[in-house]
């Protein structure tokens, strides 16, 4: 592909968006990259920019100074409040590739309620379902005592990946309900609730990046969201991920693309929805069929650290061919290694923690690689700064040696209240 190099600009400070940074420097078409705002690791693969990704007016000046060819928002948050809208419709702006859907979009992922609707719209296979507001909250609580137990609750907006309860008792599910309508337990996230059948199953997430027409499918990952070893405790924004999926097998794939994938992608574009950009398909395999359990408009955290390290393809390259509606599926070329990462935590974490904790031990590790989530630098140290501090990755020949290689480099980092769970991939 012989095209001019690219002055990219990416949104976020997260583990998914250091991934993302090390993948698009790798690339021969980028050229300067930026990060806005980014954290400590980050900065070794661009310049990272003091801009919060809410701020679309200080975006504007960063792709004007800079003069961005490609923006790319990591996190759903811009997405979800219109930055591709509010970039394609400034004269000064729009000739920008945002790799990213509409405002519209994103409602995807920014309203339950609404991906619901189009799931049963397209007829893609999801758990049964019903919406309640504070309107009809009697006629919801009538719904929850007819439902078997265990059931689902969910705020319909961004709760921060707060949002589901999922209740084992029918006095749980009331609780939960009126704590998120009555109580405003997540604002204006929660003044819709959606209820849903429970799924027995096994998950998994599979991202596919759209042009509105076509599709690549990248490879496909599973996380680990509780805090506690044996998938025990408090959910976490993700402690850990493999790829491949040893159960996502030719046969089950197949299903997941004939019956989700390309309904998903050809639902959007009849029904005029601009999206170009990343899916995040949140599945559940239940006797081995595939049901959609959430939609995200962006890769996943820390999905991304194992999904990007598998992925052969060059990442600035697809975006090109999806800015101009060249993607054709069949062009992802993924590893045959296996990735494996853990992330480190801050003692407390998901509850309260402490932050500006020094970190030690980078120059010990070897063979895997470093994704800074909540990280910053002080005084030349790099400290802590977030809940999820840092992922380690490594790929072999299989999970458990990939494992084995981030876990022994995860010994060498140090901080104070450093936790990591060391059971990621247990179950394979």
């Not at 007819?146 to 006095?171: F, N, R």
């Not at 700064?385 to 999970?399: E, K, N, Q, W, Y």
């Amino acid at each position: 592909m012989s095209v001019k190099k690219q002055n990219i600009l990416l949104l976020g400070a997260g583990g998914r968006e250091c991934t993302l940074a090390w993948k698009l420097r790798q690339s021969p078409l980028c050229d300067n990259l930026y990060i806005a705002p980014g954290n400590a690791g980050t900065h070794e693969y661009g310049t990272n920019l003091p801009i919060a990704v809410s701020d679309f007016e200080g975006i504007k000046k960063a792709c004007l100074d800079h003069q961005i060819d490609i923006l790319l928002p990591g996190p759903e948050d811009p997405l979800v409040a219109g930055i591709y809208d509010f970039i394609k419709a400034d004269d000064q702006l729009k000739h920008i590739i945002v790799a990213g859907p509409s405002k519209e979009g994103a409602q995807l992922e920014g309203s339950k309620a609404f991906s619901k609707r189009f799931m049963q719209r397209h007829g893609i296979p999801t758990a049964a379902y019903r919406e309640f507001t504070a309107d009809n909250y009697a006629e919801g609580e009538a719904y929850i005592r007819q439902q078997p137990i265990p059931v689902v609750l969910k705020a319909d907006g961004l709760a921060a990946g707060k949002g589901v309860v999922i209740a084992q008792s029918t006095d749980e599910a009331l609780t939960a309900f009126r704590s998120m309508i009555m109580d405003r337990q997540f604002g204006d996230a929660g003044s819709k609730v959606v209820i849903e059948q429970f799924l027995d199953g096994i998950e998994l997430s599979v991202f596919a990046l759209t042009d509105g027409r076509d599709y690549a499918l990248l490879p496909e990952a599973k996380d680990y969201k509780r805090i506690g070893e044996g998938d025990t405790g408090l959910n976490t924004g993700g402690m850990g991920a493999i790829s491949p999926v040893p159960f996502a097998d030719e046969l089950f794939m197949n299903k997941v693309i004939t019956r989700i994938v390309r309904p998903t992608v050809d639902g959007l574009r009849s029904e005029g929805i601009v999206y170009n950009g990343f899916i995040f398909f949140g599945l559940i395999k239940v006797q081995g069929e595939p049901y959609v359990i959430e939609y995200n408009c962006r890769m996943g955290d820390p999905e991304t650290e194992v999904v990007m390290p598998r992925l052969e393809n060059d990442l600035v390259e697809l975006i090109l061919l999806m800015g101009q509606g060249r993607l054709t599926e069949g062009i992802i070329k993924h590893s045959a290694q296996a990735a494996g990462a853990v992330m480190l935590v801050s003692g407390g974490y998901p509850g309260d923690y402490a932050k500006g904790k020094i970190m030690t031990g980078f120059q010990q590790v070897q063979g895997s690689m470093l994704f800074h989530a909540g990280t910053t630098t002080r005084d030349g140290n790099v400290v802590t700064s977030g809940g999820r501090v840092l992922a380690i990755t490594s790929m072999g020949r299989d999970i458990k040696e990939a494992l084995a290689k981030s876990y022994e480099n995860a010994a060498h980092i140090s901080y104070e209240g450093c936790y990591y769970r060391r059971d990621i991939g247990w179950e394979f």
